[in-house]
Structures are given as structure tokens and as C-alpha cells.
């Protein structure tokens, strides 16, 4: 991403200068706004620090790795676990985070990149579902499936969601009665349920205010739809 500061002097001349990494506050300065765009500025400032560093990184992998994945997730064991069992050869594997959701186009930047500098590594790219339609993960995946990345999304919420599963928690032979197991996994979505109410209701909020202010009619259809996709 880059920025240029626009400005016309007393001759009524326009000047047009890149903005460097190092010089926002100059920008700031001049522009006085500081109060409105320094978080923004900000914001883009540290993810270009996180994808430059993330660029070095994955610039000296070692030449035994063959997978490179890049997570949203700052705290990848679930992630370790999910894609062992999966038949991940995870000493030929190596797991980067992109720094969080937001990060997506991120994501696929260090994509292209690695690629770039190793055509025959593979790449995945995981993104939790939350609460994304079809046609939101379809919008993700597709840059990233025409620059030959493979895009991983879960099934349910997020990475821990494919634990909580009826067939898989059986298959561990744990020594549960069906029906406990079932109300085991009962109690486990009730008991995360408020939280995840409030979540789904942030992110449909997130594409648009509810028509005339109506914003208990619309979550009462969210709550309404929660229970649907449950």
C-alpha cells in the first residue's frame, strides 16, 4: 500500500509526494487531522511492519519444509493437532500467523510472495468461518485459489468447533453412553451460546445498520437465524 500527501501552494501549483513508512506523523502534521486518521494510519502502518517481517521470515525457510500455512490465529496448536490428523507432515511443516481475520488480503500478499520465491512449496491459508455466508467465503477464497493457494476454512466457527464433534469424540473411545456424549455437547453450545449470539449479531451489524433504526426487530431475526444455523 502506498500513500501520497496532495497539496497546492500559493501559486496554486498541486504537489504530489509518497509517504514513506517513517514519515505519518510529517503527514499528520501537515495535514491536521491528526485526532481522525492516526488510528487508521496506524493500523495500516503496523500490518505493512507484520507483512514485510512475515516476507523475511518466510524468506529463509529451511529447505525441508514443503507446507507453509498461514493462520489467523495467533495460537496455532489446535490448528498443529487438526492438520497432523489430517496427514500433515508437521516436520515438513511450518505455521505462520497474518495477524487476524482483518488480515486477509494479507495473507494472500505473503502468498504471493512465497510463491515467488518457492513456485514448488505448498500453501493453505486458513480463515475461521464464524459467521461468514457462502458467498462471503467464496469472495476470500477465490484470489487465493487463482494465485494456486489453497484455501482452508472450518466447518463451523472456528478450528475448535471440529473437536466438538459427535462421530469424533466417539471415535476416542472415551467410554460414554451416546446419550451423555450428546448432552455433553448440548451443555458445551449452550454454554457458549450468549457469547456467540453477541458475536453473530456484531458481524451482521458490521454489513449494515437494520432499516429505520429497527434494531430489536433485527435481532430478534438474527437470534432467529442463530438458532436456524445451529
Not at 70 to 83: G, H
Not at 159 to 172: A, G, I, Q, R, T
Not at 213 to 221: E, F
Request: negative net charge; aromatic residues 8%; contains cysteine.
Amino acid at each position: 500500500i502506498k500513500k501520497y500527501y496532495v497539496s497546492k501552494n500559493a501559486e496554486l501549483c498541486t504537489g504530489v509526494k509518497e509517504i514513506t513508512l517513517n514519515e505519518n506523523v510529517e503527514l499528520h502534521e501537515q495535514m491536521g487531522l491528526l485526532p481522525l486518521i492516526t488510528p487508521y494510519l496506524q493500523s495500516i502502518y503496523e500490518a505493512q511492519l507484520k507483512i514485510a517481517d512475515l516476507e523475511g521470515r518466510l524468506e529463509n525457510l529451511p529447505p525441508k519444509i514443503k507446507c507453509c500455512v498461514l493462520t489467523e490465529d495467533a495460537d496455532s496448536d489446535a490448528l498443529r493437532v487438526l492438520l497432523k490428523s489430517n496427514g500433515f507432515d508437521l516436520r515438513k511443516t511450518e505455521i505462520f500467523s497474518y495477524g487476524g481475520k482483518s488480515q486477509i488480503k494479507g495473507a494472500l500478499t505473503l502468498g504471493k510472495y512465497l510463491k515467488e520465491k518457492n513456485p514448488n512449496i505448498h500453501l493453505v491459508v486458513h480463515r475461521d468461518r464464524d459467521y461468514l455466508t457462502d458467498e462471503d467465503i467464496l469472495e476470500i477464497s477465490e484470489p487465493l485459489i487463482k494465485n494456486h493457494i489453497k484455501f482452508f476454512c472450518t466447518k463451523g466457527v472456528d478450528v475448535e468447533s471440529h473437536f466438538l464433534n459427535f462421530d469424533h469424540l466417539k471415535n476416542l473411545n472415551l467410554g460414554i453412553a451416546d446419550d451423555e456424549l450428546l448432552k455433553f455437547l448440548d451443555e458445551a453450545t449452550d454454554s457458549a451460546m450468549k457469547d456467540s449470539v453477541g458475536k453473530f449479531i456484531d458481524y451482521q451489524f458490521s454489513k449494515g445498520k437494520p432499516d429505520q433504526g429497527a434494531y430489536a426487530q433485527a435481532i430478534s431475526k438474527i437470534e432467529d437465524m442463530y438458532r436456524d444455523w445451529e
